[in-house]
């Protein structure tokens, strides 16, 4: 009933060889040449065939993603399509997703176009701020929501349209067309303080979404939410077995675009097909790991190394992978290449990027101290934050594992922020956050977790940005390395 429009091309990933894609070339254009047929893949080496597993892992990362996080929604917080799962307050260590913050209250939902269009409905903000995304299945934002949205704040029905969709949104909608059947939404909602008040404001607030079928929208039937304070919610990606079963069962469940096929003639070779059983031997499985783990290095590096000062002689920093992702709004697509590379490290940073990054929230991150060595888990840091931090809603600060980019598991304490009335302040307004192990005895209170032997990376938040975070009026300082306490 449906078909997909808009082309996607594919650039292959040259990190494991030039020789090894051009070799592959001979099964590709094999498989494409008969898209349909069920003839077993034209004999390859295995370094062809790994250089082609690393590719697809880098290509589906998007997906991969979603499906973990969907997973998570239906296995983790027993959630069903059009079910709401939401925090009623910020979040701890449990919410295992990439890079969440913990001073918002987040709403999840993924919902299924496949029978017809999804109504989302977004109440006037009144008590709360409202920022979030409704996304496709390749986490590509389709519209915001909130007062930086569509419905600037003041609420609107959202109709979310299926692939190919000819027909007219009824009147007094606002349509968003998607691409793929799959998708989710994340809306982060911030109460005026974290007093139980403002918490239950904004708790009222997530209860009065709705989101159902068009064709059951008008019959009045109750919205189902699951909260999940105090639960695990384990969305982050495995780069072991589980990664390629996952970009199979994404695989067989949208139908590629026609600029995808080169592509998917790489995924069948792979045994990744739609229609087809996905039951790799165990020889492809080591392979197929082998790939995933080369991946994983791969997105870590792109981030380490494409770091972009945003003061001069600064560790805090942008992306270019999220730069590039902020140009395409997400698409990663520029005309005349889609650049996996770079959309696998940011889904690997991240998940629902916003349609208009640094309207709603702007954030920098850093992966080094003032010397320029990488964060060491086992040691101490400080972080000085100026007064007058120029976000207008709230500024945070948060840790995470370098090896996932979600919130160390089992840390006692993930991150800090404006909101805190515990913090210790200075006389000055500014603040003093300390990093590590274990709290320094004479301010626990501005302490933020890090595992011994982990790598982490520290993000700075500012929620409503202000003009001097863009003309860089206002700088942040590096996190400074402290001196080895006595025994480590």
Not at 343 to 351: D, S
Not at 417 to 423: I, N, P
Request: net charge neutral.
């Amino acid at each position: 009933m449906y078909s997909m429009s808009g082309p996607r091309r594919w650039r292959l990933s040259s990190l494991l060889g030039v020789a090894a894609a051009l070799c592959f070339q001979t099964v590709v254009a094999q498989e494409a040449a008969a898209p349909g047929s069920t003839a077993a893949a034209v004999p390859a080496s295995t370094h062809t065939l790994r250089s082609a597993a690393f590719d697809a892992a880098v290509w589906g990362m998007p997906i991969v993603s979603f499906d973990a996080m969907r997973e998570a929604f239906f296995r983790d917080a027993g959630a069903r399509y059009d079910d709401i799962v939401y925090w009623s307050r910020p979040a701890d260590w449990k919410n295992q997703t990439t890079t969440p913050n913990s001073s918002a209250l987040y709403v999840y939902f993924n919902y299924n176009l496949k029978d017809g269009p999804v109504v989302v409905d977004i109440p006037a903000e009144n008590d709360v701020v409202v920022f979030g995304s409704l996304l496709d299945a390749w986490q590509v934002p389709l519209a915001d929501v909130g007062h930086e949205g569509s419905d600037e704040g003041k609420g609107g029905r959202y109709l979310l349209l299926p692939p190919g969709f000819k027909g007219k949104a009824p009147a007094g909608f606002i349509p968003v067309q998607s691409k793929t059947d799959n998708g989710y939404a994340l809306i982060r909602v911030t109460p005026r303080t974290l007093s139980r008040d403002d918490l239950d404001k904004a708790g009222a607030w997530i209860r009065t979404l709705h989101v159902a079928p068009l064709r059951e929208a008008s019959n009045g039937a109750r919205q189902r939410f699951v909260k999940m304070d105090g639960k695990l919610f384990d969305g982050i990606v495995r780069f072991d077995d589980s990664y390629f079963a996952r970009l199979a069962r994404m695989v067989s469940e949208e139908p590629p675009a026609p600029g995808d096929a080169d592509a998917y003639a790489r995924l069948r070779a792979l045994g990744i097909e739609q229609g087809r059983p996905f039951t790799p031997d165990a020889s492809t499985r080591a392979l197929l790991r082998t790939a995933a783990q080369d991946a994983h290095a791969t997105f870590q590096q792109t981030l380490l190394s494409g770091q972009q000062p945003w003061w001069p002689g600064s560790q805090w920093g942008t992306s270019a992978s999220v730069r590039m992702g902020v140009k395409t709004h997400f698409t990663f697509d520029e005309g005349q290449h889609l650049d996996a590379d770079m959309r696998g490290a940011v889904y690997f940073l991240g998940y629902a990027p916003p349609l208009k990054l640094g309207k709603a929230t702007f954030y920098l991150t850093s992966w080094r101290d003032d010397h320029g060595q990488l964060f060491d888990g086992s040691r101490h840091y400080r972080l000085h934050v100026p007064p007058n931090v120029p976000a207008r809603e709230f500024w945070a600060v948060n840790v995470y594992d370098n090896e996932t980019c979600g919130f160390i598991r089992k840390a006692p304490r993930i991150g800090a922020d404006s909101y805190d009335t515990a913090l210790r302040r200075n006389a000055d307004g500014s603040v003093d956050l300390d990093f590590g192990p274990q709290p320094p005895s004479d301010n626990t209170a501005n302490w933020i977790y890090t595992a011994p032997g982990k790598a982490w990376f520290v993000a700075f938040r500012f929620y409503g940005p202000e003009p001097a975070v863009f003309d860089k009026s206002w700088t942040l300082p590096d996190v400074v390395a402290l001196p080895v306490r006595g025994g480590g």
